[in-house]
């Protein structure tokens, strides 16, 4: 079976020396936050316009991955979905839509949203897995489907599937959308990942340079700035995208640091590491 960033980037982290790039470094302003104590913080992924972020936490006590959201006042709410071994939680928007991904108990994926609490399950018609990552302020979805190799990705727009697939590789994954319908993912047919701009079925490559395992695009607001993240070495580093130029994310002491999503504020989500293991999620405006 074919999985994500979430998963494909574990596996794509454990290669050899990357060249050194040089790039501009942004400025930021950093909020760290953690999760509750019985919970060990997975991943950091998309983040809404009101501030609300999401991403994947561990129970410590039966190691199951669930979902979770974080509300701008800092209150984190853990969920799994129903008849579900795993749930990834990666898109969120300011109108109480969170959507993701979970893994049910025949080891199949199932695509849902989360509406004020409302389940909806979203499964692409006669795909063996659904992966839904993406939803934008108007309730546009983007997410992938496939299996056994062969992932291509979509965009839903008031239940109409439009295939997103980039032409000669064999994984497509869309990971955010914006409110113009512009969608950045990546795609791949080994261990090197490709960032891509979809919108209106034409594919724009945007990719950091000399990065050799390369680019994983994870967000898109709607004035057009991307955030994503190049993989070196061992480690994953974040990055803002914006006018034709990077800029690197920073923070002092990290291990690494990645970016999750951002919102149409210009708030950028994603994650922090002290170790390799051991790590902070944050919010973050970016100059």
């Given at each position: 079976?074919?999985?994500p960033?979430s998963?494909?980037?574990?596996?794509?982290?454990?290669?050899?020396?990357?060249?050194?790039?040089h790039?501009?470094?942004?400025?930021?302003?950093?909020?760290?936050f953690?999760?509750p104590?019985?919970?060990t913080?997975?991943?950091?992924e998309?983040?809404?316009?009101?501030?609300?972020?999401?991403?994947?936490?561990?129970?410590?006590?039966?190691?199951?991955p669930?979902?979770?959201?974080?509300?701008?006042?800092?209150?984190?709410?853990?969920?799994?979905?129903?008849?579900?071994?795993?749930?990834?939680?990666?898109?969120q928007n300011?109108?109480?839509?969170?959507?993701?991904?979970?893994l049910?108990?025949?080891?199949?994926?199932?695509?849902f949203?989360?509406?004020?609490?409302?389940?909806?399950?979203i499964?692409?018609?006669?795909g063996?897995?659904?992966?839904?990552f993406?939803?934008?302020?108007?309730?546009a979805?983007?997410?992938?489907?496939?299996?056994?190799?062969?992932?291509?990705g979509?965009?839903?727009?008031?239940g109409?599937y439009?295939?997103?697939?980039q032409?000669?590789?064999?994984?497509t994954?869309?990971m955010?959308?914006?409110?113009?319908?512009a969608?950045?993912?990546y795609?791949?047919?080994?261990?090197?990942?490709?960032g891509?701009?979809w919108?209106?079925?034409?594919?724009?490559?945007?990719?950091?340079?000399?990065?050799k395992?390369?680019?994983?695009?994870?967000g898109?607001?709607?004035?057009g700035?991307i955030?994503?993240?190049?993989i070196?070495?061992?480690?994953?580093?974040?990055?803002?995208?914006?006018?034709g130029?990077?800029?690197t994310?920073?923070?002092?002491g990290?291990?690494?640091i990645?970016?999750?999503?951002?919102?149409?504020?210009?708030?950028?989500s994603?994650?922090?590491y002290?170790?390799?293991?051991?790590s902070l999620?944050?919010?973050a405006?970016c100059?």
């Amino acid at each position: 079976m074919a999985f994500p960033r979430s998963t494909l980037a574990v596996i794509v982290l454990i290669a050899s020396l990357s060249a050194v790039v040089h790039a501009k470094k942004a400025s930021c302003t950093y909020d760290t936050f953690d999760v509750p104590s019985q919970y060990t913080l997975s991943t950091v992924e998309g983040i809404g316009d009101d501030g609300t972020v999401v991403g994947q936490v561990i129970d410590n006590k039966t190691q199951l991955p669930m979902g979770f959201m974080r509300s701008p006042n800092g209150t984190i709410t853990v969920y799994s979905a129903p008849q579900s071994t795993t749930t990834w939680m990666n898109g969120q928007n300011a109108t109480g839509t969170s959507a993701g991904y979970y893994l049910d108990k025949t080891a199949k994926v199932h695509g849902f949203t989360l509406e004020n609490g409302n389940f909806n399950a979203i499964n692409y018609p006669k795909g063996a897995n659904t992966w839904i990552f993406g939803v934008n302020h108007v309730g546009a979805l983007v997410g992938s489907y496939g299996g056994a190799g062969s992932v291509k990705g979509f965009l839903l727009v008031n239940g109409q599937y439009t295939t997103v697939a980039q032409s000669g590789q064999q994984l497509t994954y869309p990971m955010a959308v914006n409110d113009n319908n512009a969608a950045v993912g990546y795609s791949a047919s080994g261990f090197v990942d490709n960032g891509f701009l979809w919108q209106n079925g034409k594919f724009t490559n945007i990719n950091f340079p000399n990065s050799k395992f390369g680019t994983i695009l994870s967000g898109i607001n709607n004035a057009g700035v991307i955030v994503g993240n190049h993989i070196s070495a061992d480690k994953a580093w974040g990055f803002i995208y914006e006018n034709g130029a990077f800029k690197t994310l920073a923070y002092t002491g990290a291990y690494y640091i990645t970016a999750g999503g951002i919102n149409n504020n210009g708030v950028i989500s994603g994650q922090v590491y002290s170790t390799a293991k051991n790590s902070l999620g944050f919010t973050a405006t970016c100059k």
